[in-house]
């Protein structure tokens, strides 16, 4: 079992910055690929980023704005989320699993989940 919990959410302006937590424990070694998704109300859960082994990936829409990151002891993931727009407001969820792979259902574990909302 895996334990992924996120924090890290929060209201910011248009253009600012946030930077989303997501702590992992329990029997992380066998996790290939971690990411996050999101989710806005009313519409389905979106791939926003992934590390997989040694790479990372990104949706074109967060490409060049988004980075993701996790530290040496592969405990805890990042995203730092820069010049955050209206649309990229959403329930935010970091995700691990065992396939390099932008679909959801590739993925074992969840967090809760951490909102972001963009103001204009």
């Known amino acids: 079992q895996v334990q992924l919990v996120e924090s890290g959410g929060g209201l910011v302006q248009a253009g600012g910055s946030l930077r989303l937590s997501c702590a992992a424990s329990?029997?992380?070694?066998?996790?290939?690929?971690m990411g996050w998704f999101r989710q806005a109300p009313g519409k389905e859960r979106e791939y926003v980023t992934r590390?997989?082994?040694?790479?990372?990936y990104y949706a074109d829409s967060v490409k060049g704005r988004f980075t993701i990151s996790r530290d040496n002891a592969k405990t805890t993931l990042y995203l730092q989320m820069n010049s955050l727009k209206p649309e990229d407001t959403a329930v935010y969820y970091c995700?691990?699993?065992?396939?390099?792979?932008?679909?959801?259902?590739?993925?074992?574990?969840w967090g809760q989940g951490t909102q972001v909302t963009v103001s204009s």
């Open positions: 590390w997989s082994g040694g790479n990372t």
């Open positions: 329990g029997r992380t070694f066998g996790m290939y690929a």
């Open positions: 995700a691990a699993g065992n396939y390099n792979s932008d679909s959801a259902v590739s993925y074992l574990y």
